[in-house]
C-alpha cells in the first residue's frame, strides 16, 4: 500500500473563483432578489464536486465506497500459464485489488482541478431544464460535456504512481501480463476511476437537491427548495 498522499485537495477546493462571487443579484423590483439559474447550476455542480472529490482523494476513498469502488480491471482476468499460480490467487488477487483503488485517489487529485475549470466555463443553456431534471441531471450534463477528459487527465498520473508504487503487488501482476505496459494499467485504472468519480458526484448532487439547506448556501436553498 502506498504511503499517505500530501497535499491532499482543501476540503472548499471548488469554492473559490467564480463560484464565490456573483451569487445573488438584485433586481431592483417589488418581487424581491433574483440570480441567474446558471449561476444555480454552477453552483450545484462545484459543490457535488467539491464533496465527491474530496471523499474519494482521502485515504481509502474509492476503498472504502460502496459507490466508488472501482473493480479488479479485466486485465487481470486468468490468461493461463503463469498467470494461474499468481493472478487467480484469491489473497494475491484481493490485494492487487484494494491497491489499485489506493492508487485511483492519485488520479481523482489529477480530475480535481480538470472538473473545476470546466464547470467554471461551461456553457450552460438551458439552466432551468438542469434544475427541474432528475437527482443526478447537472452531473449527467457534466460528464456528457467532458466526454473522456477526466480518462486523459488521470492518466499520466496513474502511471507514474503505478511505476512507483511502493507495494510489489501491482508490479508483479503487471509482469505477469504479456504485452501489457504500464500505461496500459493506467489507462484501465483511469476508466473505472472515472466512472467512480461521476456516479460519487451524481450521487453528491442528489443529496444537495434533497436537502439544499444543509449547504448554508442561501442561492441553492432557494432554487432547489421549491422543486
Known amino acids: 500500500m502506498h504511503s499517505a498522499v500530501e497535499n491532499r485537495i482543501p476540503r472548499r477546493l471548488f469554492l473559490t473563483g467564480t463560484a464565490a462571487t456573483g451569487l445573488l443579484a438584485l433586481s431592483g423590483c417589488q418581487t424581491g432578489p433574483r440570480y441567474s439559474l446558471v449561476e444555480v447550476v454552477r453552483r ?37 500459464g503463469v498467470l494461474q499460480g499468481i493472478l487467480t ?29 470546466v464547470i467554471r466555463t461551461i456553457s450552460i443553456e438551458d439552466a432551468l431544464a438542469l434544475i427541474e431534471g432528475g437527482p443526478t441531471a447537472a452531473t449527467t450534463y457534466l460528464r456528457q460535456q467532458m466526454g473522456p477528459g477526466l480518462i486523459n ?16 503487488i501491482v508490479s508483479q501482476a503487471i509482469a505477469a501480463l504479456t504485452g501489457v505496459d504500464v500505461g496500459a494499467v493506467a489507462q484501465s485504472v483511469a476508466i473505472g476511476a472515472d466512472n467512480s468519480i461521476w456516479y460519487q458526484i451524481g450521487a453528491e448532487e ?22
Open 44 to 80: 450545484l455542480l462545484m459543490l457535488s464536486a467539491d464533496n465527491a472529490l474530496a471523499k474519494l482523494t482521502a485515504p481509502g476513498g474509492f476503498w472504502d465506497s460502496q459507490v466508488a469502488r472501482i473493480a479488479l480491471p479485466d486485465l487481470f482476468g486468468s490468461r493461463g
Open 89 to 117: 490467487s484469491g489473497p494475491f488477487r484481493a490485494r492487487l485489488h484494494r491497491e489499485l483503488n489506493h492508487l485511483a485517489e492519485r488520479g481523482a487529485e489529477r480530475a480535481a482541478p480538470v472538473v473545476a475549470e
Open 206 to 227: 442528489a443529496a444537495i437537491r434533497a436537502n439544499p439547506q444543509a449547504t448554508n448556501d442561501p442561492l441553492l436553498i432557494a432554487a432547489l427548495k421549491v422543486l
Open 153 to 168: 487527465a488521470m492518466i499520466p498520473g496513474l502511471a507514474d504512481a503505478i511505476r512507483v508504487a511502493e507495494d510489489p
